[in-house]
């Protein structure tokens, strides 16, 4: 675990926040260089995939030109939702460094679940909770921000 990729899944979360987006920042690392980036943009793509996890999957694919992504590790401002945990296992990510457990029980209990099975590729290492106050201090602020509007 890297603490200097959690900050910059940070500064892409802080992106999403100023584009009136939930904050969530996620980055894709490959032999300690950065490959890929995404922050949310459901609301400014008008699209249930604009999740940080996945547009950081696609644009990884694309620089690396493969779907396997089996020697990287994402750093993820919150838990992945059950989809994007299903697309990180399905890419073959080794690792997740996730600052925040989501606060929905049912959530962590289906992620635990997907990336624990070795029945379909091989296990995601998941390590949460890694910079709790931060995530949750930015978090609140969009949601405070939000319901002030």
């Given amino acids: 675990m890297n603490k200097d990729f959690l900050d910059l899944a940070f500064s892409y979360a802080e992106q999403a926040y100023g584009d009136n987006e939930v904050p969530i920042g996620a980055v894709i690392v490959r032999n300690n260089e950065v490959i890929s980036y995404g922050f949310n ?3 400014g793509e008008n699209s249930v995939l604009g999740h940080a996890e996945l547009i950081a999957i696609a644009e990884a694919e694309k620089k690396l ?3 396997r992504l089996e020697e990287c590790d994402m750093y993820v401002t919150l838990d992945p939702c059950p989809m994007c945990a299903s697309a990180i296992k399905q890419a073959r990510i080794k ?3 996730s600052a925040l457990n989501n606060a929905d029980f049912n959530n ?3 992620i635990l679940e997907i990336f624990s099975t070795d029945r379909v590729n091989s296990s995601v290492n998941f390590v949460s909770n890694l910079d709790i106050e931060r995530s949750k201090r930015i978090l ?3 949601f405070k921000k939000q319901r002030n509007k």
């Fill in 140 to 142: 609140s602020d969009f």
């Fill in 65 to 67: 030109g493969n779907w």
């Fill in 95 to 97: 690792n997740v460094y």
């Fill in 41 to 43: 943009k459901k609301e």
């Fill in 108 to 110: 962590l209990s289906l």
